[in-house]
């Protein structure tokens, strides 16, 4: 099993049940004689499987019997060595019933108290300092415990009991609020919270500590006050999350079907992308020009109170400055938000690891992980197979993650960001060898991209040494791991054909990829198609300002001759000849196969957005342009590759003659959108079916950041489908960079398996 409040609640079950014998820990796992008549036994490894404890996973149940030996008593033995190490750091977890129901009882002593937790909620990861996991280890270790706090924690029929965290008004942390310079604006407790309630009602910027960081408040509903949070913090469009108090507030914003109203209100608690419900009652600049919302409901009992007094949506966004880490120590944190906020609602217990919320979408009925950090780290991913020796993935460049894997299990980091950013490649070392301690994994074979310049490129070969002795380097293509990551996200091992499409990766010949259809297994791939490279005018420029992409690829598409009339070129007439002659020339014009890119430029043609103010801004406003009743697409032949390649080519310049000529016979602009989204999946799924014609492979994985685009996603899917095909999306990992590390360690773990046992890891091994 993983997770903790597992020994309290055998102990439970067994004295319900009135079975005799004893629990503990050991390296394992957990351990349990018990005895008594054979109808209670049946019972008791039933419900032992059926029914855990809210934050325990059980992964598997081994049975034998032995001896009676004549116990009278059921009681909790002393963990073996090691017994706490793996067994223990659950993720962070939302506030549970019971707690909920104590904090809103006055009669309680616990009531309106904002850190009440117990074995079943509260912070976990966000406050473990090392092992054995054991308060002394944790940031509650200077609250020393009351006597009262003390019974309940001792207590095995408690649900305090052995719960790290627990605490009450008399002797855990408190409440402050404070002003930029660190005076308090009020007294402790109640009252600090009461002033924030009021200046967040006058509209004012509140800096409030978290669970794994400092996060921005502001009311949601008042336009000056959210467009003050933009201005001050440098966000320009990027769209804000709200809280609100429960799933009802949250259907009067949003359209919350079933499955969104389970993410919303489950243990785990992340932000849930909806679709905006029409002249909702929010300040415009909350979600500008974007058709969904990022809503969230409160996860600790501190965002319980919040939301019940303010009583109306508030916005809930990082304490940072747009690029940089979420502030998570106070000295950095009243340095950095000084001139954002305009008080700190501040408390005494410090933060270990900063970790962001995490980001979900629906999709048919199921979860699609955008980002995966507090409340899913760091619960790892549960393979098939067994690594045969420990391994460490040091993941991507931009939303990067790192893996830690051993045995079945792959440890997924929290979300670490981007680590251009100096102080996010600090937490990024940090974090791997704090997860490695966490874990006692000590890597052998660590596995990176293939991009020199990712700084987690450069890590893995500090990491080897100068003489590459201390660890085993495997380099692993970007767009191998994506699709080995959605493999492994679904504990199967391939063979599949794997479509990877994103921004961009570093590709075998050097050219940066993309648009990718490989066939692929855990240990090797081969690109079997791909779209026809096109130059990006100005390299990371390119990136920026997607107009020089639709340029590049105009000049492609017409061979030149650009269409007169086009009010792109026009926007654009005193660099266009420039830029296009760069493109030409492909010196600063590296050539890519991206699907990003193919974005970018059909949303400038279309005049959706030129100059980009965040990674994936075009593509998303191009997603939510199109018009989903239409169901016609752009019809493009796929071509097989000449001049030594192989495999087959997917000519994104047609498409772009397409939306070229529509646009210009006067097909209104969401049509536009919808058609190009239904070409490209169509085109997709011909891929494959000729794929599958040569090498019968019946199953396709869809992985790449593009693949967040519902749009998109449910025409593929619905396109493969149709045609017969099985189709594997993530669940557990994000399909964006968020999800490499898990990919990686996939292809290590497989590579390594082969090598020393000649078997690939299949998904019953
Ligand atoms: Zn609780
Ligand atoms: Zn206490």
């Known amino acids: 099993m993983q997770g903790v409040g597992f020994r309290p609640h055998v102990y439970g079950l067994a004295r319900r049940l009135g079975l005799a014998g004893f629990v503990g820990n050991d390296g394992q796992g957990v351990f349990i004689e018990v005895e008594g008549d054979d109808g209670a036994v049946a019972e008791f490894l039933r419900v032992l499987e059926a029914e855990p404890p809210p934050l325990a996973v059980v992964e598997r149940v081994t049975a034998a019997a032995v001896p009676a030996v004549g116990e009278e008593r059921f009681t909790i033995v002393e963990s073996r060595t090691g017994g706490e190490r793996q067994a223990a750091v659950s993720p962070d977890t939302a506030t549970c019933a019971a707690c909920l129901a104590e904090l809103w009882d006055e009669t309680d002593r616990r009531h309106r108290y904002p850190f009440t937790n117990c074995t079943n909620c509260g912070p976990r990861f966000t406050i473990v300092r090392g092992v054995p996991y054991d308060r002394p280890l944790t940031t509650m270790a200077p609250f020393e415990m009351c006597r009262r706090c003390a019974v309940e924690y001792h207590d095995p029929a408690d649900r305090r009991f052995h719960a790290q965290p627990v605490c009450c008004p008399d002797c855990g942390p408190r409440l402050l609020l404070a002003d930029p310079d660190r005076r308090p604006?009020?007294?402790?407790?109640?009252?600090?919270?009461?002033?924030?309630?009021?200046?967040?009602?006058?509209?004012?910027?509140?800096?409030?500590?978290?669970?794994?960081?400092?996060?921005?408040?502001?009311?949601?509903?008042?336009?000056?006050?959210?467009?003050?949070?933009?201005?001050?913090?440098?966000?320009?469009?990027?769209?804000?999350?709200?809280?609100?108090?429960?799933?009802?507030?949250?259907?009067?914003?949003?359209?919350?079907?079933?499955?969104?109203?389970?993410?919303?209100?489950?243990?785990?608690?992340?932000?849930?992308?909806?679709?905006?419900?029409?002249?909702?009652?929010?300040?415009?600049?909350?979600?500008?020009?974007?058709?969904?919302?990022?809503?969230?409901?409160?996860?600790?009992?501190?965002?319980?109170?919040?939301?019940?007094?303010?009583?109306?949506?508030?916005?809930?966004?990082?304490?940072?400055?747009?690029?940089?880490?979420?502030?998570?120590?106070?000295?950095?944190?009243?340095?950095r938000l000084a001139a954002i906020a305009d008080c700190f609602l501040v408390h005494d217990r410090a933060i270990h690891i900063r970790t962001d919320d995490s980001v979900v979408r629906a999709f048919r009925g199921g979860i699609l992980p955008l980002r995966r950090s507090r409340g899913f780290a760091p619960e790892p991913v549960l393979l098939p197979w067994e690594f045969v020796r420990p391994v460490l993935a040091t993941g991507a460049e931009l939303k990067s993650t790192f893996c830690l894997a051993k045995d079945r299990r792959a440890f997924v980091s929290h979300h670490i960001g981007d680590l251009e950013n100096y102080e996010t490649y600090a937490s990024f070392r940090d974090g791997i060898e704090h997860f490695g301690r966490l874990f006692d994994i000590v890597p052998e074979v660590v596995a990176h991209d293939l991009h020199p310049e990712y700084?987690?490129?450069?890590?893995?070969?500090?990491?080897?040494?100068?003489?590459?002795?201390?660890?085993?380097?495997?380099?692993?293509?970007?767009?191998?791991?994506?699709?080995?990551?959605?493999?492994?996200?679904?504990?199967?091992?391939?063979?599949?054909?794997?479509?990877?499409?994103?921004?961009?990766?570093?590709?075998?010949?050097?050219?940066?990829?993309?648009?990718?259809?490989?066939?692929?297994?855990?240990?090797?791939?081969?690109?079997?198609?791909?779209?026809?490279?096109?130059?990006?005018?100005?390299?990371?420029?390119?990136?920026?300002?997607?107009?020089?992409?639709?340029?590049?690829?105009?000049?492609?598409?017409?061979?030149?001759?650009?269409?007169?009339?086009?009010?792109?070129?026009?926007?654009?007439?005193?660099?266009?000849?420039?830029?296009?002659?760069?493109?030409?020339?492909?010196?600063?014009?590296?050539?890519?196969?991206?699907?990003?890119?193919?974005?970018?430029?059909?949303?400038?043609?279309?005049g959706v957005r030129d100059v980009v103010s965040y990674e994936g801004q075009a593509a998303i406003e191009l997603e939510q342009l199109a018009d989903p009743a239409e169901a016609d697409g752009y019809p493009i032949e796929v071509e097989q590759a000449t001049g030594g390649a192989s495999g087959l080519l997917i000519r994104?310049?047609?498409?772009?003659?397409?939306?070229?000529?529509?646009?210009?016979?006067?097909?209104?602009?969401?049509?536009?959108?919808?058609?190009?989204?239904?070409?490209?999946?169509?085109?997709?799924?011909?891929?494959?079916?000729?794929?599958?014609?040569?090498?019968?492979?019946?199953?396709?994985?869809?992985?790449?950041?593009?693949?967040?685009?519902?749009?998109?996603?449910?025409?593929t899917v619905a396109g493969l489908e149709a045609a017969g095909f099985a189709v594997l999306l993530h669940g557990r990992v994000p399909p964006n960079d968020g999800g490499i590390s898990l990919g990686q360690a996939a292809v290590a773990g497989a590579r390594d398996r082969e090598a020393r046992t000649g078997r690939p890891p299949t998904a019953q091994s």
């Not at 669970?211 to 990027?238: I, S, T």
């Not at 209100?265 to 969904?292: D, F, H, Q, W």
């Not at 939306?659 to 016979?665: E, H, I, Q, S």
């Not at 969401?670 to 190009?676: I, L, N, Q």
Request: hydrophobic letters at 45%; proline letters at 6%; aromatic letters at 4%.
């Open 185 to 335: 604006l009020s007294g402790p407790g109640d009252e600090a919270l009461a002033s924030a309630v009021a200046r967040l009602r006058n509209g004012e910027i509140v800096a409030v500590k978290g669970l794994g960081g400092y996060h921005l408040a502001v009311r949601a509903d008042d336009e000056p006050a959210v467009a003050r949070l933009r201005a001050r913090k440098h966000r320009e469009e990027k769209p804000f999350a709200v809280m609100v108090g429960d799933v009802e507030a949250a259907s009067g914003l949003g359209d919350v079907g079933p499955a969104e109203a389970a993410m919303l209100s489950g243990p785990r608690r992340p932000i849930v992308l909806v679709p905006k419900r029409e002249g909702l009652p929010l300040a415009p600049s909350v979600a500008p020009g974007n058709r969904s919302l990022g809503l969230m409901l409160p996860y600790t009992p501190l965002h319980h109170l919040l939301a019940r007094d303010l009583g109306i949506p508030f916005v809930l966004t990082s304490g940072n400055l747009t690029d940089e880490p979420i502030a998570s120590a106070d000295d950095d944190a009243f340095e």
């Open 455 to 606: 700084l987690s490129t450069k890590h893995a070969h500090d990491l080897a040494g100068l003489d590459g002795d201390r660890v085993e380097l495997t380099g692993v293509q970007h767009h191998h791991a994506h699709i080995a990551s959605c493999l492994a996200d679904n504990g199967e091992a391939g063979p599949v054909i794997g479509v990877a499409f994103d921004g961009l990766g570093y590709g075998t010949d050097g050219t940066i990829w993309g648009g990718e259809v490989l066939v692929a297994d855990l240990a090797g791939f081969e690109r079997v198609a791909h779209l026809a490279p096109v130059a990006m005018p100005g390299g990371a420029a390119a990136i920026r300002e997607p107009w020089r992409m639709a340029a590049a690829y105009l000049d492609a598409a017409f061979d030149g001759d650009v269409p007169a009339g086009l009010a792109l070129a026009a926007r654009h007439e005193d660099r266009w000849a420039t830029v296009v002659r760069v493109a030409r020339a492909g010196v600063s014009a590296p050539l890519t196969s991206s699907a990003g890119r193919l974005f970018d430029a059909v949303a400038a043609v279309l």
């Open 652 to 715: 994104g310049t047609e498409l772009i003659r397409a939306v070229v000529a529509d646009a210009a016979a006067g097909t209104p602009g969401p049509v536009v959108a919808s058609r190009f989204h239904n070409g490209l999946a169509q085109v997709v799924v011909e891929v494959c079916r000729r794929v599958r014609a040569e090498r019968g492979l019946g199953a396709v994985a869809l992985s790449g950041g593009v693949f967040q685009n519902l749009l998109l996603l449910e025409r």
